[in-house]
């Protein structure tokens, strides 16, 4: 028991100087906790090795183990004064300043959108607190009052970036074709390039379909180029959203078309509670509708494979990809349907009782491509290059790549491109031996999304992604130890033999059962009043449900993703 003891004392002497080190070098809370336990664990042993053999010492006298222990414990009373003088704001500045420019843009976007004030006054704002803030970033260090004051000051300035932004956003130019079709319904003819696949939408389950039969129509988004006037071709900007009134099969993305349609604005909804579609395509700065009657009012100019390498590019990964999954161009029936959305993201060729389906029972987010795909991706990857023999920066910039093509294949959506910048910083900090802060990289996405698209802040999708993703890591962990406190604190429970399954899965922190489903729970109500606010609706058993299906979408979505990754070496294998 003396070599037991000593061998203990010393390795936990040893652990106790690297956790002291990463404790006060990372300031990270794993760092500190591996302190204290095994600190813990040094006063225990050496504690009971005097008490037992009652020498004057372990290795040479007991004023030495005495010392030893009274400066551990000065250790642990220092973290401890450290931790708790350490607030929330400081905490945040210290590990994820970002946070403040992410919450400033928001705000100013919000501000912009309710009150409406000139940009002018938002420049003079910006310039001023732009101003103040330089020599605040300075001489930072030189107080520590003025890290609020820098943190604050640059919040200010992302607020009037954010207003700046929306403003910009929406301005149309001079010959916007916005500016040139009146509250009357037009004929017109215009000449432009399809920018998005066209969809071809049926309608057999609405709900008057027996009153009033519909044909399946087209549509999709077109950028126009020239319209024609009285005296020629003119030049114009902006996009309208094309509508034809049969099937289109043979046109894609890219394509540069003439349409002879009418032109008209979106009208307000008519039925209270009716989906407003004017204001929610005016978030995309679509403000005209162009209705076509058949096919044979468009002529198709040139061909995207002639215009645009990109689109050319994308779309032949696209079908590469496709053919790899389902071994053939395009899904044959609802199986293969129903794997394309879970693995690639496209719910276009799912039929309307699989969809209403995943709509109410809270799972539709399974169809909608998100940061779980990203990192089943990643992973695959990563662990297939470790398989290889690469070293963790090689691996790091296989999977940019990895990502890069994956984003390019999959449907673009505020979810898809989150998950893609979270995804780029994670392997960024392999290359710049960083440690990641998912907070951090959370709030960069959300300033880089906002920035290209300030009106996506107002998209359900946008918000319901965001708010998941924060709230998993703000309180996932509190909800897994909160109801493994719950559960083992059950009289049952207590009485419960060892051998009960259910004692297996709930008696310790670990278990992946109880983790998953308080990860479930936890980004149910992190979205549950976003449900509420757009959709008035909310069904209490998602969280149960997902729970239950997550381990079989797992599966289909990793075997997925790795016959992808054998199709590029080895086809027939795949």
């Given at each position: 028991f003396t070599a037991f003891s000593s061998l203990s004392f010393i390795s936990s002497l040893f652990i106790i100087i690297q956790c002291k080190v990463n404790a006060y070098s990372c300031q990270t809370k794993s760092g500190q906790r591996l302190f204290r336990i095994f600190s813990r664990q040094f006063l225990f042993f050496t504690s009971n090795q005097q008490q037992i053999d009652n020498p004057p010492c372990v290795f040479c006298h007991g004023a030495v183990v005495c010392s030893a222990m009274d400066e551990v414990r000065r250790k642990l009373e220092l973290i401890d004064r450290q931790l708790a003088s350490r607030g929330l704001h400081e905490r945040i500045i210290s590990t994820c300043p970002l946070v403040f420019a992410a919450v400033g843009l928001i705000a100013g976007i919000v501000v912009q959108h309710i009150f409406d004030m000139p940009v002018s006054i938002w420049l003079v704002l910006l310039g001023l607190l732009a101003a103040m803030t330089i020599p605040a970033f300075f001489i930072r260090r030189v107080s520590s009052v003025s890290r609020y004051v820098t943190a604050y000051l640059a919040l200010s300035c992302f607020v009037c970036l954010g207003a700046i932004r929306l403003t910009e956003y929406g301005r149309p130019e001079a010959n916007d074709i916005r500016n040139l079709v009146p509250d009357e319904r037009r004929l017109a003819t215009i000449r432009g390039r399809i920018v998005t696949e066209p969809y071809v939408s049926k309608y057999p389950d609405w709900k008057f379909a027996r009153f009033k039969p519909s044909?399946?129509?087209?549509?999709?988004?077109?950028?126009?180029?020239?319209v024609e006037t009285i005296a020629g071709w003119a030049k114009v900007t902006g996009t309208v959203r094309v509508q034809v009134d049969e099937p289109v099969l043979d046109l894609n993305a890219g394509d540069e078309i003439q349409a002879y349609c009418w032109l008209e604005r979106f009208g307000p909804p008519t039925n209270p509670g009716q989906f407003n579609t004017a204001e929610y395509l005016a978030r995309k700065n679509v403000y005209i509708a162009a209705s076509v009657e058949s096919r044979s009012g468009i002529e198709l100019l040139q061909k995207a494979?002639?215009?645009?390498?990109?689109?050319?590019?994308?779309?032949?990964?696209?079908?590469?990809?496709?053919?790899?999954?389902?071994?053939?161009?395009?899904?044959?029936?609802?199986?293969?349907?129903?794997?394309?959305?879970?693995?690639?993201?496209?719910?276009?060729?799912?039929?309307?009782?699989?969809?209403?389906?995943?709509?109410?029972?809270?799972?539709?987010?399974?169809?909608?491509?998100?940061?779980?795909?990203?990192?089943?991706?990643?992973?695959?990857i990563w662990w297939l290059c470790k398989t290889a023999g690469m070293m963790k920066p090689a691996r790091a910039v296989v999977c940019i790549i990895a990502a890069i093509l994956f984003l390019l294949v999959i449907p673009p959506n505020a979810p898809a491109f989150r998950a893609g910048i979270i995804s780029f910083v994670?392997?960024?900090?392999?290359?710049?031996?960083?440690?990641?802060?998912?907070?951090?990289?959370?709030?960069?996405?959300?300033?880089?999304?906002?920035?290209?698209?300030?009106?996506?802040?107002?998209?359900?999708?946008?918000?319901?992604?965001?708010?998941?993703?924060?709230?998993?890591?703000?309180?996932?962990?509190?909800t897994h130890f909160f109801l493994h406190e719950k559960i083992t604190g059950i009289f049952w429970f207590i009485k419960a033999p060892v051998s009960n399954p259910f004692y297996q899965i709930a008696a310790r922190p670990g278990p992946y059962i109880l983790r998953l489903l308080s990860t479930c729970i936890t980004a149910w109500l992190a979205t549950t009043g976003i449900s509420l606010y757009h959709f008035y609706t909310i069904n209490w058993l998602t969280s149960l449900w997902t729970a239950v299906v997550s381990p079989l979408i797992a599966i289909v979505s990793v075997i997925g993703y790795l016959k992808l990754v054998i199709a590029l070496f080895l086809p027939t294998a795949a």
């Amino acid at each position: 028991f003396t070599a037991f003891s000593s061998l203990s004392f010393i390795s936990s002497l040893f652990i106790i100087i690297q956790c002291k080190v990463n404790a006060y070098s990372c300031q990270t809370k794993s760092g500190q906790r591996l302190f204290r336990i095994f600190s813990r664990q040094f006063l225990f042993f050496t504690s009971n090795q005097q008490q037992i053999d009652n020498p004057p010492c372990v290795f040479c006298h007991g004023a030495v183990v005495c010392s030893a222990m009274d400066e551990v414990r000065r250790k642990l009373e220092l973290i401890d004064r450290q931790l708790a003088s350490r607030g929330l704001h400081e905490r945040i500045i210290s590990t994820c300043p970002l946070v403040f420019a992410a919450v400033g843009l928001i705000a100013g976007i919000v501000v912009q959108h309710i009150f409406d004030m000139p940009v002018s006054i938002w420049l003079v704002l910006l310039g001023l607190l732009a101003a103040m803030t330089i020599p605040a970033f300075f001489i930072r260090r030189v107080s520590s009052v003025s890290r609020y004051v820098t943190a604050y000051l640059a919040l200010s300035c992302f607020v009037c970036l954010g207003a700046i932004r929306l403003t910009e956003y929406g301005r149309p130019e001079a010959n916007d074709i916005r500016n040139l079709v009146p509250d009357e319904r037009r004929l017109a003819t215009i000449r432009g390039r399809i920018v998005t696949e066209p969809y071809v939408s049926k309608y057999p389950d609405w709900k008057f379909a027996r009153f009033k039969p519909s044909d399946p129509t087209t549509s999709f988004y077109l950028k126009v180029d020239e319209v024609e006037t009285i005296a020629g071709w003119a030049k114009v900007t902006g996009t309208v959203r094309v509508q034809v009134d049969e099937p289109v099969l043979d046109l894609n993305a890219g394509d540069e078309i003439q349409a002879y349609c009418w032109l008209e604005r979106f009208g307000p909804p008519t039925n209270p509670g009716q989906f407003n579609t004017a204001e929610y395509l005016a978030r995309k700065n679509v403000y005209i509708a162009a209705s076509v009657e058949s096919r044979s009012g468009i002529e198709l100019l040139q061909k995207a494979s002639a215009t645009s390498s990109f689109v050319k590019i994308k779309r032949k990964l696209r079908q590469t990809v496709t053919q790899a999954l389902l071994d053939s161009p395009y899904p044959q029936d609802q199986n293969q349907s129903l794997l394309q959305a879970l693995v690639l993201g496209y719910r276009a060729d799912i039929d309307s009782k699989t969809y209403i389906a995943f709509r109410k029972t809270g799972l539709l987010h399974f169809v909608c491509l998100s940061g779980t795909n990203f990192g089943i991706v990643i992973s695959i990857i990563w662990w297939l290059c470790k398989t290889a023999g690469m070293m963790k920066p090689a691996r790091a910039v296989v999977c940019i790549i990895a990502a890069i093509l994956f984003l390019l294949v999959i449907p673009p959506n505020a979810p898809a491109f989150r998950a893609g910048i979270i995804s780029f910083v994670f392997c960024a900090s392999f290359l710049f031996r960083r440690r990641p802060n998912f907070v951090n990289s959370l709030s960069l996405a959300a300033i880089i999304l906002l920035l290209i698209r300030p009106t996506e802040l107002f998209e359900p999708s946008w918000q319901l992604s965001f708010a998941a993703v924060l709230g998993l890591l703000l309180f996932c962990e509190r909800t897994h130890f909160f109801l493994h406190e719950k559960i083992t604190g059950i009289f049952w429970f207590i009485k419960a033999p060892v051998s009960n399954p259910f004692y297996q899965i709930a008696a310790r922190p670990g278990p992946y059962i109880l983790r998953l489903l308080s990860t479930c729970i936890t980004a149910w109500l992190a979205t549950t009043g976003i449900s509420l606010y757009h959709f008035y609706t909310i069904n209490w058993l998602t969280s149960l449900w997902t729970a239950v299906v997550s381990p079989l979408i797992a599966i289909v979505s990793v075997i997925g993703y790795l016959k992808l990754v054998i199709a590029l070496f080895l086809p027939t294998a795949a």
